[in-house]
């Protein structure tokens, strides 16, 4: 298992076709729990609070498999914008590396934002957007009845693109 640390609190994790035969299930049936079981064998003693709310990612080879984990602390920020261009203006305005989807749900734009060290979002998404108190959960919601449109770094990839 290759590990290599992706500036704070990102790691990159890489399985040979040797260690992939010791997962619990074949690459197509992982779960979320079985990524989880990785990063923790990566992490040995390592493996402390700040990465108890981790995203993880998971792009599987033909034999072999790269896990991207991204730490994050606390409950997502949801915001709701009524057209793109305002998303597109606040993220010209955003610091890089922040978790980050964009969503299209019912005629709106969601923006759901990790926060980094308990850190509340930048200002400037609370200045073209309207932040909304949903429960965590809701980001299901939006799978499910919207249409997730960037992720897991909306804000990088629209300011990259505009």
């Known amino acids: 298992m290759d ?11 890489y399985l ?5 035969s010791a997962l619990p299930a074949p690459l197509s ?11 923790r064998e990566a992490l040995g003693e390592n493996c402390r609070d700040e990465w108890r709310n981790v995203y993880l990612e998971l792009f599987a080879g033909r034999n ?6 991204r730490a994050h602390s606390g409950d ?12 597109i203006a606040a993220a010209a305005m955003c610091p890089d590396g922040l978790i980050s989807f964009l ?3 019912e005629g709106n734009y969601y923006l759901i934002v990790y926060p980094w060290d308990r850190e509340t979002p930048p200002s ?3 200045e073209y957007g309207e932040e909304l108190p949903l429960h965590p959960n ?3 919601h939006l799978t499910e009845h919207g249409k997730m449109l960037l992720g897991p770094s909306a804000l990088d990839e629209l300011r990259e693109c505009f």
């Open 103 to 105: 969503s299209y749900c």
């Open 138 to 140: 809701y980001t299901l």
């Open 29 to 39: 049936e992982l779960k979320t729990d079985d990524a989880a079981g990785i990063l």
């Open 64 to 69: 072999s498999l790269l896990l991207v984990a």
């Open 124 to 126: 400037v998404l609370f």
């Open 76 to 87: 997502p920020y949801f915001f709701e914008f009524r057209d793109i261009e305002e998303i």
């Open 3 to 13: 590990i290599h640390p992706i500036g704070k609190r990102n790691l990159l994790i």
């Open 16 to 20: 040979n076709s040797d260690e992939l």
